[in-house]
């Protein structure tokens, strides 16, 4: 698509070191190795060096193509536990530190991400997103004035002549009204990356008040908070699916909105109702639904869905090296 033709012209030979705690998985490996050959990312294998060298062998892949790390041979393993219990503050003693790192390859390619030795991770493949994402938020972190981290879906249709973003589809189930705003905000700037003109609409059943709840207050005083928050975004809210995406709708719901029928991010107001509208549109309405990609992190984790193919392990990581962009 296009639009990966632009992401791949932006990270190659930039030399983005991305981490891979699910070496041994077949669709990691084919991924990681089209990544190394076209010179997108330098991958890093997290696993038994004997397991990730037999992976590799039925894939007939040459080990010597990448960096592969067995964390119990890892040269800076004492600095890492250091490291990982500092920032933790005493949540977690040496010991406990040390065989946390050990036996889940999700903490240590986190912790290599942390201290700089990689550039991201992408993992999710055989783990559920709390184990993707937990690691993430406690040793990563959500960036300054963000205080959860959340997941959009990039919906794409027709080599390109449909993009938009759909948030939060993924993190967390019923956000405040200031959370939603910071999701709505990050979603904007994740609609940037992908070069999507963010017009930002804050979903409801409602529309400027057709309806009263306390749903529908929520959404409103969210999209209030968004807009104080990133004034330099257009964000409107709140409005209906089809006052959103409808110009002739738009004109009879909100006819002075500058969102309403021209919107291309669209942010969801509990994860129920995103999970449920990214998989509408990815099944009833042919969109390819890439992601989740993670948001507001101080560094890209990325969190495949386990029914992932080897196309969707590709695709993700050249999202999370162009993540890198904004770091």
Do not use: W
């Not at 390109?160 to 759909?166: A, G, N, P, Q, S």
């Not at 609409?201 to 968004?226: H, M, N, R, Y």
């Not at 509208?277 to 495949?304: H, V």
């Amino acid at each position: 698509m296009e639009l990966f033709d632009h992401l791949r012209f932006k990270i190659k030979h930039r030399g983005t070191r991305m981490v891979f705690p699910e070496a041994t998985e077949a669709r990691i490996l084919g991924a990681a190795a089209r990544l190394k050959v076209e010179q997108l990312l330098e991958p890093i294998l997290i696993g038994r060096e004997k397991d990730v060298y037999k992976a590799l062998d039925g894939r007939g892949l040459q080990p010597s193509m990448f960096e592969i790390i067995d964390p119990e041979n890892y040269e800076h393993f004492k600095e890492m536990v250091v490291s990982f219990v500092e920032r933790r503050r005493g949540k977690i003693d040496k010991e406990a530190a040390r065989e946390l790192l050990l036996s889940d390859y999700n903490y240590f390619g986190t912790m290599l991400t942390y201290m700089n030795a990689a550039d991201g991770m992408v993992s999710g493949i055989v783990h559920s997103t709390g184990d993707t994402v937990r690691p993430a938020l406690q040793i990563i972190k959500t960036r300054p004035g963000i205080s959860r981290t959340s997941g959009a879906f990039l919906m794409v249709r027709g080599r390109d002549k449909e993009k938009y973003l759909f948030s939060d589809c993924a993190i967390n189930i019923n956000p405040s009204a200031q959370e939603l705003a910071e999701i709505a905000v990050e979603s904007a700037r994740t609609a940037e990356l992908f070069g999507i003109n963010p017009k930002v609409s804050l979903l409801s059943f409602s529309t400027k008040g057709s309806a009263k709840s306390p749903e529908v207050d929520k959404v409103a005083e969210a999209a209030k908070i968004a807009k104080e928050l990133a004034p330099e975004y257009e964000i409107d809210g709140e409005l209906q699916f089809d006052a959103s995406y409808v110009e002739a709708v738009a004109h009879l719901k909100s006819p002075t909105s500058f969102v309403a029928g021209k919107a291309t991010v669209f942010v969801f107001p509990d994860l129920q109702s995103g999970n449920i509208g990214y998989k509408i549109a990815q099944r009833l309405g042919n969109f390819e639904a890439i992601g989740p990609i993670l948001q507001g992190l101080n560094k890209p984790i990325s969190d495949l869905s386990r029914g992932a193919d080897e196309e969707d392990v590709y695709k993700l990581s050249i999202i999370t090296a162009a993540q890198t962009l904004l770091s």
